[in-house]
């Protein structure tokens, strides 16, 4: 899968294209992550890229010729699944979306900054905008980063074991099960005895119904979600 990033801030993705599970995509090939400075595409001769808004709202306001260079000179090398922009104003994010956006082969994910970007950007381009919350952040970058974590370690043969993807927190509108390593006994704080019983049956009954009680305890609504379905 390939993911084309747009950005004013190239150097918040380090932090995940250079560590832990995304990195090993990347090192696998499984996953490429580009991700383009969108001011390295602006013909203004002094490197602007943002302007004030019409009608005097305060503020600046990103302009449409360098993303839209950007976006047409990539869309002339592939097709595009998706063509996403980070907006407050977007669907919220959910692992549903997630889990069908792994499947896809190319996607474009858009950054806005400072006040927003020129409105004919999205009607001409934008395919999906996609909100991770109900707050507003600075800049797209750090929500772009979530879809794209999210979105890398779902596609196949990036975490060796599929099951661990599959068990996730809200794969089945529920949370996770608690979870235990060595030792079985810290300062008399212990492991469940059915999780050192070796009966697969039993463990995975009782991992059911802590993650039953769990999610009916701290997030009732996901259960509710379940029967909307
Ligand atoms: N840009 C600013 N706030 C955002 C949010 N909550 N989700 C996605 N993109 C954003």
């Known amino acids: 899968m390939r993911i084309d990033i747009l950005t004013l801030f190239p150097e918040l993705f380090l932090g995940i294209t250079e560590n832990s599970i995304v990195k090993r995509a990347i090192d696998k090939n499984i996953a490429n992550i580009q991700v383009h400075n969108i001011r390295d595409y602006t013909t203004n001769k002094h490197n602007k890229v943002d302007d004030s808004p019409y009608g005097g709202t305060a503020g600046m306001v990103m302009q449409i010729q360098p993303i839209a260079d950007l976006i047409e000179k990539l869309k002339a090398e592939r097709n595009y699944d998706e063509i996403i922009y980070t907006s407050p104003d977007g669907d919220v994010f959910k692992q549903s979306t997630a889990n069908a956006m792994s499947l896809y082969d190319n996607i474009i994910i ?120």
Request: with cysteine; hydrophobic share 35%; charged share 30%.
């Open 110 to 229: 858009l950054c806005g900054h400072y006040k927003g970007i020129d409105q004919r950007i999205r009607d001409i381009y934008i395919t999906k905008e996609i909100s991770i919350g109900d707050y507003v952040l600075t800049g797209g970058e750090l929500a772009a980063a979530v879809i794209t974590d999210s979105i890398v370690r779902l596609i196949p043969g990036v975490i060796s074991d599929i099951e661990s993807a599959l068990s996730d927190s809200f794969q089945d509108n529920l949370l996770a099960p608690p979870v235990y390593t060595r030792p079985a006994d810290y300062k008399g704080f212990k492991v469940p005895d059915v999780l050192r019983s070796g009966n697969h049956k039993e463990i995975a009954k009782w991992e059911m119904e802590q993650a039953l009680k769990k999610t009916k305890k701290l997030r009732p609504d996901l259960l509710k979600n379940n029967y909307d379905k």
